[in-house]
């Protein structure tokens, strides 16, 4: 159906920045909001940012100001730019993305692999 394929996770220094890639592939008739998610070690998975299909967007307070979410609809390709990481910022990443496979008529939420971000000096 649809596979989403995650990169740009690293290690990196207070203030520093990083850029996440998730590409969402297979067969996909449509996809609707993409977004990401972070989970640190002992805490629930929480919202970072989401960007509708018209480029509405929304942002958790803690990144507001820090981090852009935008997306590339002719390559199926949602991005997280983070400005000014902070040590609370370590998680790891996951890219979520609403779409309907082909063949189908509902759509789903699909999750891709995580990637370790960590921000320490």
């Known amino acids: 159906q649809v596979q989403l394929v995650e990169s740009g996770g690293g290690s990196v220094q207070p203030g520093g920045s990083l850029r996440l890639s998730c590409a969402a592939s297979?067969?996909?008739?449509?996809?609707?909001?993409m977004g990401w998610y972070r989970q640190a070690p002992g805490k629930q998975r929480e919202l970072v940012a989401g960007?509708?299909?018209?480029?509405?967007?929304n942002y958790a307070d803690s990144v507001k100001g820090r981090f852009t979410v935008s997306r590339d609809n002719a390559n199926n390709t949602v991005y997280l730019h983070m400005n000014t990481l902070k040590p609370e910022d370590t998680a790891v990443y996951y890219c979520?993305?609403?779409?309907?496979?082909?063949?189908?008529?509902?759509?789903?939420?699909?999750w891709g692999q995580g990637t370790q971000v960590t921000v320490s000096s």
């Open positions: 960007i509708g299909s018209g480029g509405s967007t």
């Open positions: 979520n993305v609403n779409a309907r496979p082909s063949g189908y008529f509902s759509r789903r939420d699909y």
């Open positions: 297979g067969s996909i008739f449509s996809i609707y909001a």
